[in-house]
């Protein structure tokens, strides 16, 4: 098994997780203004992308523009991973590539302090990647512990690059906000993943 290869049932079972279903636990959280480049961007770029409509469109023209951002904010003090393999454990599936991750470390010449997970949806349907996202986030838990560089909590978005699901570890308990926050409220996306890895979230 690997990461992909997850359902949310999977994962619950698996690694004995309680799984909460919220509506909007992120929609308080305060947008970040976007810099002027970002939005001539995402404006050049979203109608494009849409048009294309292909994952990889969606991956290249929106989401690397959007975490780049964040990168951005965080003045290079995070690291940004796409593509990685991020191997934690085999003999229990937490094995794969991870579309991207996103580190509290600067150190990007291997992945350190991982805290959020993301994973781009296929055929558009963000529900059906739940279940990787959620093992990328066990994993990433598991691989901070045994690091010695525990956080608190680690977090995971599900986006098709126009809409973005977020959610929650804590413990065992992983919480998924079934709000759909949409590319239209770029600042609102930024100010979610901003919280996250300040553990503000």
């Given at each position: 098994?690997?990461?992909?290869?997850?359902?949310?049932?999977?994962?619950?079972?698996?690694?004995?997780?309680?799984?909460?279903?919220?509506?909007?636990?992120?929609?308080?959280?305060?947008?970040?203004?976007i810099s002027d480049s970002l939005a001539t961007t995402l404006?050049?770029?979203?109608?494009?992308?849409?048009?294309?409509?292909?994952?990889?469109?969606?991956?290249?023209?929106?989401?690397?523009?959007?975490?780049?951002?964040?990168?951005?904010?965080?003045?290079?003090?995070?690291?940004?991973?796409?593509?990685?393999?991020?191997?934690?454990?085999?003999?229990?599936?937490?094995?794969?590539?991870?579309?991207?991750?996103?580190?509290?470390?600067?150190?990007?010449?291997?992945v350190s302090a991982p805290v959020i997970a993301i994973v781009?949806?296929?055929?558009?349907?963000?529900?059906?990647?739940?279940?990787?996202?959620?093992?990328?986030?066990?994993?990433?838990?598991?691989?901070?512990?045994?690091?010695?560089?525990?956080?608190?909590?680690?977090?995971?978005?599900?986006?098709?690059?126009?809409?973005?699901?977020?959610?929650?570890?804590?413990?065992?308990?992983?919480?998924?906000?079934?709000?759909?926050?949409?590319?239209?409220?770029?600042?609102?996306?930024?100010?979610?993943?901003?919280?996250?890895?300040?553990?503000?979230?």
């Open positions: 098994m690997a990461y992909s290869n997850f359902t949310l049932r999977d994962v619950k079972k698996a690694f004995q997780l309680e799984i909460r279903e919220e509506m909007g636990s992120f929609a308080s959280t305060e947008p970040v203004p404006a050049e770029n979203i109608p494009l992308a849409v048009s294309i409509n292909t994952e990889k469109a969606r991956s290249e023209l929106i989401v690397v523009n959007i975490l780049l951002e964040i990168r951005k904010i965080f003045q290079k003090q995070v690291s940004l991973f796409s593509g990685v393999e991020f191997t934690v454990d085999k003999d229990r599936g937490l094995t794969g590539y991870c579309d991207f991750l996103l580190s509290q470390s600067p150190e990007q010449l291997f781009e949806a296929k055929n558009d349907n963000m529900m059906s990647e739940l279940g990787q996202c959620a093992s990328e986030m066990v994993a990433a838990q598991i691989f901070n512990q045994r690091e010695e560089h525990p956080i608190p909590n680690i977090y995971g978005t599900v986006t098709t690059g126009t809409g973005w699901i977020f959610l929650k570890l804590a413990g065992a308990q992983v919480s998924v906000d079934l709000k759909e926050y949409s590319i239209d409220q770029p600042g609102k996306i930024i100010g979610i993943l901003s919280s996250m890895l300040r553990q503000e979230a």
